[in-house]
T-cell receptor, first 115, second 116 residues
């Protein structure tokens, strides 16, 4: 079974608008962490934001926020005020306490920001 | 502070040949990880070193893959003999010795391997 599902292979957004990238996850471990990474065309993986399963508040980092809905097992990334430089591949990922340090990734969503 | 580096950035080899990928983690990071993304699929965990010891190698696909980290610094991932299905991008990541499983893993730029 897929542990991390990203249903949007590609997304378009107009510059300066907000965009939501979907992510659902599947785990029976009560303790886990959720991550989003950005991969620009240069190839490196850039850490964006982290949400712990016991965190009460949604994580925010600048223009990035994570809409964490635990009951729905959903961890959507919201990018506000999109910029051209946000065009990239975005990966949702999870680490389970029982899984140690192993990161499980989704298939990714390619975001295109239009001028 | 230098990030995780990987060499080469690209490698094109023929089926049956041997390729060795190298990863230099961030200085002082005891934890080193290898991941790979084959075309169109998810990034998959391969293995995790703590210093020179293999902590978890559950993701290694088969015995054609050999990872080493002698001395606990840089790591190599050798594929011998390479097969067509080994084509993809191989990522290395590292994290600090004070990491728990939630701490940030810093990724390198990846090595794109093409097997013809």
């Amino acid at each position: 079974a897929q542990k991390i599902t990203q249903t949007q292979p590609g997304m378009f957004v107009q510059e300066k608008e907000a965009v939501t990238l979907d992510c659902t996850y599947d785990t029976s471990d009560p303790s886990y962490g959720l991550f989003w990474y950005k991969q620009p065309s240069s190839g490196e993986m850039i850490f964006l934001i982290y949400q712990g399963s016991y965190d009460q508040q949604n994580a925010t980092e600048g223009r990035y926020s994570l809409n964490f809905q635990k009951a729905r097992k959903s961890a959507n990334l919201v990018i506000s005020a999109s910029q051209l430089g946000d065009s990239a591949m975005y990966f949702c990922a999870m680490r389970e306490r029982t899984g140690g340090f192993k990161t499980i990734f989704g298939a990714g969503t390619r975001l295109f920001v239009k001028a | 502070e230098a990030g995780v580096t990987q060499f080469p950035s690209h490698s094109v080899i023929e089926k049956g040949q041997t390729v060795t990928l190298r990863c230099d983690p961030i200085s002082g990071h005891d934890n080193l990880y290898w991941y790979r993304r084959v075309m169109g699929k998810e990034i998959k965990f391969l293995l995790h070193f703590v210093k020179e010891s293999k902590q978890d190698e559950s993701g290694m696909p088969n015995n054609r893959f050999l990872a080493e980290r002698t001395g606990g610094t840089y790591s190599t991932l050798k594929v011998q003999p390479a097969e067509l299905e080994d084509s993809g991008v191989y990522f290395c990541a590292s994290s600090s010795p004070h990491s728990d499983s939630y701490n940030e893993q810093f990724f390198g730029p990846g090595t794109r391997l093409t097997v013809l």
